[in-house]
């Protein structure tokens, strides 16, 4: 059930912890007490008096990312897992009541929504639409020019713009790579936006051996162009570029470094791909 994050916080069981909860977006559009249609709005009637509705919600938006802590949550979330109040606290180096103050705003915004499992509390992005949001706002963003900063911070940018994970598919230069190579391959079109090939869904369900009943029954996109904010190119979003991400996660193929977004290709997923789609290991290295 969604509801307001109260004001106790609970530190335990992070986002890499077997007890992390996976919270379904289904049905959680609408948190209580907040909006019914806290991102959006219908068309204004004639004499109404919501001629401005589209243009409110818009700054309503804008508002809730304006501020860096609570931007900085949303970035965090991107990794497509679900996090403790206490988690994005010490994560953005607030205290924990100012954290559960904006978490109640991303809430009340319709961009999180909590669940509990056990005595934990869980937020995690509203769904792949957040994050498509969030994700694209971010690439049409300058790239920063930060002051010189520490060798790990330079290590953990380097991890990331190397291969992270967007929500729940795979981005950074591996994720443009396995897009370019499945292009290359004639399993994915670019002319026109992104589409599947037959060659495509044949690969998907018969190479990877994911059931079409999952690729069918989404209400997503199965494919879709997801611009890269560190690449300056597209990578492949929707259904199949989530089943391709959580394929390779439960071969090892590909690995989480710590509890971020930041992902790395192991040994065995450098011979896969390069197997199953010519990639070669130096370009994802």
Not at 1 to 17: A, E, K
Not at 38 to 44: D, E, H, I, N, Y
């Amino acid at each position: 059930m969604i509801s307001r994050f109260s004001g106790s916080t609970s530190l335990g069981g992070g986002p890499d912890s077997p007890g992390a909860a996976s919270i379904s977006p289904s049905g959680a559009s609408t948190p209580l007490g907040a909006d019914p249609t806290p991102l959006g709005g219908g068309p204004a009637s004639p004499g109404d008096g919501s001629a401005d509705r589209g243009g409110s919600h818009l700054a309503r938006l804008a508002r809730l990312l304006a501020d860096d802590t609570r931007a900085t949550f949303c970035l965090a979330l991107l990794n497509g897992q679900a996090w403790t109040a206490g988690e994005l606290a010490r994560y953005a180096g607030v205290a924990p009541s100012t954290a559960t103050e904006h978490i109640n705003r991303l809430i009340d915004g319709g961009l999180l929504v909590e669940a509990r499992q056990g005595r934990h509390r869980y937020v995690q992005l509203a769904s792949p639409d957040v994050a498509q949001l969030l994700e694209e706002l971010t690439a049409h963003l300058d790239p920063p020019r930060p002051p010189a900063r520490s060798l790990r911070q330079a290590t953990a940018s380097a991890a990331l713009a190397r291969g992270r994970t967007c929500y729940d598919h795979l981005a950074g230069r591996l994720g443009v790579e396995i897009t370019g190579a499945m292009t290359r391959t004639g399993l994915l079109q670019q002319r026109t936006g992104f589409a599947l090939t037959d060659a495509g869904l044949a690969w998907l369900t018969e190479t990877l051996d994911i059931p079409a009943a999952e690729l069918r029954e989404s209400r997503r996109p199965l494919a879709r162009a997801c611009l890269d904010w560190t690449e300056r190119r597209p990578h492949l979003a929707g259904v199949a570029g989530a089943r391709i991400c959580r394929y390779l996660m439960e071969h090892r193929w590909v690995d989480r470094i710590g509890s971020g977004r930041a992902v790395r290709v192991t040994r065995a997923g450098e011979v896969a791909l390069a197997d199953l789609l010519g990639i070669d290991p130096a370009a994802i290295a």
